[in-house]
């Protein structure tokens, strides 16, 4: 990788822990920390979150005609969501195992946490639970997606993809073969190396 794009991924890294700080400090106008895995809330922002809470009763009443009847097919996505799940575990416990790359932790890329909030519903709580599942599960299955891939196939693509997976950035280019020769073997040990997982 030349010296210019190692500095722009360089300052990308820093522009990503400003935005982490920033976030982290917009996190505390609303709760106080993390404690035995949930955010902690003072009793008056508690009391305040039950008051605009919607009954279920309402929260149906409400609902668009197409939200309701489309309910039966999003949720019916649990059954591929949990074959993925158990297929991704399997996957790494076969393959990274056999390539000495360190497995990708689930639990960074799921989190269940949003049916604490006081101010939602059961239906909402319900929801969250499965959006945080799904929405993670893609993260975690992209990030195994990614390990493999810079495993096999570390080669840019011609055509400019739309959100490349986190090691894409290190790939060769597309047609530099002289290159993909030199660093397949150095990208696998990069692999191998990772630490926070």
């Known amino acids: 990788m030349s010296d210019e794009i190692e500095i722009l ?7 990503e822990d400003e935005i982490e700080t920033t976030i982290e400090a917009k996190k505390a106008k ?3 920390g993390i404690q035995d895995g949930k955010a ?8 305040a979150q039950r008051k605009v809470k919607i009954g279920i009763d309402k929260y149906i009443f409400k609902s668009k005609f197409a939200t309701i009847i489309t309910a039966p097919i999003i949720y019916g996505m649990i059954i591929p969501f949990v074959i993925l799940d158990i297929a ?3 996957y790494q416990l076969c393959c990274f195992t056999a390539w000495q790359i360190p497995r ?5 890329y799921i989190v269940i946490d949003r049916q604490y909030l006081d101010y939602l519903n059961i239906i909402e709580k319900i929801n969250c639970v499965y959006c945080g599942y799904g929405n993670g599960l893609m993260a975690y299955g992209r990030e195994v997606a990614g390990r493999t891939e810079q495993y096999w196939c570390p080669i ?10 986190d090691h894409y950035k290190n790939f060769v280019e597309y047609g530099d073969f002289e290159s993909y020769k030199a660093q397949l073997e150095k990208l696998r040990d990069d692999l191998r190396k990772l630490k926070d997982n």
């Open 9 to 15: 991924i360089q300052k990308l890294k820093t522009l």
């Open 30 to 32: 609303f709760y106080q």
């Open 40 to 47: 902690v809330f003072d009793e008056a922002t508690k009391k």
């Open 88 to 90: 991704l575990g399997v």
């Open 104 to 108: 990708v932790k689930r639990s960074k």
């Open 156 to 165: 840019k693509h011609a055509m400019k993809t739309k959100t490349p997976h």
